[in-house]
């Protein structure tokens, strides 16, 4: 259902349908309700997990990429471009010796964390709320 919504969106606006689901949510235009922007914004696998890490404290990259065991160094600093795109974080370069990069939350991001917060709720609660279908129905 989600991809006929895609598609849908895309034949409507006279555009080419793009090659893969998630190429497809990273160029979603502008919808009525904004949600295609949030998802946009919090699209891919490591998105809110680093908004999270630089919300607690500025991070540096390496730093970063312990916190997060599994991502790439290229996946990292790619999500991190896109983040720093959407205004969602801040890079700031230090010189000296050696070059010291920190990101941090803008205050834009921090409320997408608030948003996001709300989210983890809702699906908390909805965990909770399949439990109890699945144990009446067994």
């Known amino acids: 259902m989600r991809s006929r919504r895609i598609a849908v969106n895309y034949v409507l606006s006279g555009e080419r349908l793009p090659a893969s689901k998630d190429q497809a949510m990273r160029t979603l235009k502008h919808d009525e309700c904004g949600?295609?922007?949030?998802?946009?914004?919090?699209?891919?696998?490591?998105?809110?997990?680093?908004?999270?890490?630089?919300?607690?404290?500025p991070r540096r990259f390496g730093e970063l990429r312990r916190l997060l065991s599994g991502i790439s160094e290229k996946v990292?600093?790619?999500?991190?471009?896109?983040m720093e795109a959407?205004?969602?974080?801040?890079?700031?370069?230090?010189?000296?010796?050696?070059q010291k990069v920190v990101y941090s939350v803008t205050p834009h991001g921090v409320s997408l964390n608030e948003a996001i917060g709300i989210l983890s709720q809702w699906g908390k609660m909805h965990e909770r709320h399949l439990e109890h279908v699945t144990a009446r129905r067994a």
């Open 35 to 57: 949600l295609a922007t949030t998802l946009n914004a919090i699209g891919g696998k490591w998105k809110t997990t680093i908004l999270w890490e630089v919300n607690l404290a």
């Open 76 to 82: 990292l600093a790619q999500q991190l471009r896109e």
């Open 86 to 98: 959407d205004a969602l974080i801040r890079r700031e370069i230090f010189p000296g010796a050696v």
